[in-house]
């Protein structure tokens, strides 16, 4: 029996298959620490064979895990063995966290959360836009489209190298997604007021291809979510090209918050010195 005068504590997760590249023990870590809570964020290795299992005993509690994160490849899987998957998560068809609450594991999706949040604090006003282009179409494209399409952007063109996946996407999510083959880059770029490569182009060792961002609306933003290096080579050639550029750490930083406030309670601030942290550790 639980001795009433016993402080809870609560446990969190991030689980993911590799997870050991994954920064979110130290964001996590952080604001515990930050905070003065007296609970643990802690990564576990699982592979996509023994996921159901822990899905199944988080579920028990058996565990003594009260939620955390999931990522790649579980995302998909978190979302179809949760209880009770929010609206956010259920269009994805992907979730990154869960949590316990009255018995049932509920999942959500805040990766587009992060997505926005980061424009809000370092481009603001940028959703007075009324035209992105979204390069990738990928599940983080998914999440990206989802958010920008929610904050009132009338017309979304995404581009990806095989056009009938960012069709999907033009279907999934209606009127305002528009799909296009890589070839149309240079015309969709015309009048568009933000920019976002989702895909790892110029990463793998390949120069970056070039891209001609001069047609895009004047005051547009360009940014990226791959955070290694924070100035990627695309950000690179934008600023290069006079455009302002934010880099993808603060998607991050930000799409961590609504885990931390569900089970730990507190809302965390994303800080210079957590940003600082994970610079370091790059
Ligand atoms: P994630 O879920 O992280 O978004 P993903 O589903 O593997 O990852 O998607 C990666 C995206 O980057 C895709 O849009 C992919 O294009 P395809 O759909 O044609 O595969 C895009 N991508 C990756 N490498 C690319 C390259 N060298 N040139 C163009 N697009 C690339």
């Not at 009260?66 to 179809?80: L, S």
């Not at 995404?158 to 890589?182: C, I, K, M, S």
């Not at 290694?228 to 302002?244: I, N, W």
């Amino acid at each position: 029996m639980r001795d009433s005068r016993e402080t809870f504590v609560n446990h969190a997760f991030v689980t993911g298959f590799p997870v050991r590249h994954s920064r979110s023990p130290l964001i996590h870590g952080y604001w515990l620490k930050e905070l003065g809570i007296a609970g643990s964020y802690r990564a576990y290795e699982i592979s996509p064979e023994g996921f159901p299992e822990f899905m199944r005993q988080l579920k028990s509690g058996a565990s003594g895990l009260c939620g955390g994160n999931v990522t790649i490849p579980h995302k998909e899987a978190a979302f179809r063995l949760s209880d009770r998957p929010d609206e956010l998560s259920a269009e994805l068809g992907a979730a990154n966290t869960l949590w316990l609450e009255g018995g049932e594991l509920c999942a959500t999706n805040t990766d587009g959360r992060g997505f926005v949040a980061n424009l809000d604090e370092r481009a603001k006003g940028w959703d007075r836009i009324s035209t992105a282009v979204v390069l990738g179409a990928g599940g983080a494209s998914r999440a990206v489209i989802q958010a920008v399409r929610d904050r009132g952007v009338k017309a979304i063109h995404v581009v990806n190298r095989t056009p009938e996946r960012a069709q999907e996407l033009a279907d999934r999510f209606g009127a305002a997604v528009h799909a296009h083959p890589l070839g149309a880059l240079p015309e969709v770029m015309s009048g568009a007021g933000l920019f976002v490569n989702t895909t790892s182009l110029g990463m793998d060792g390949e120069p970056a291809p070039e891209i001609d961002f001069s047609m895009m609306d004047e005051g547009a933003v360009v940014t990226d979510i791959v955070y290694v290096p924070l100035k990627t080579p695309l950000l690179r050639q934008a600023e290069d090209q006079g455009f302002a550029i934010v880099d993808g750490l603060g998607m991050l930083l930000h799409q961590a918050v609504p885990g931390f406030e569900k089970w730990f309670g507190r809302r965390p601030v994303v800080d210079e010195t957590l940003r600082q942290i994970i610079i370091h550790d790059m």
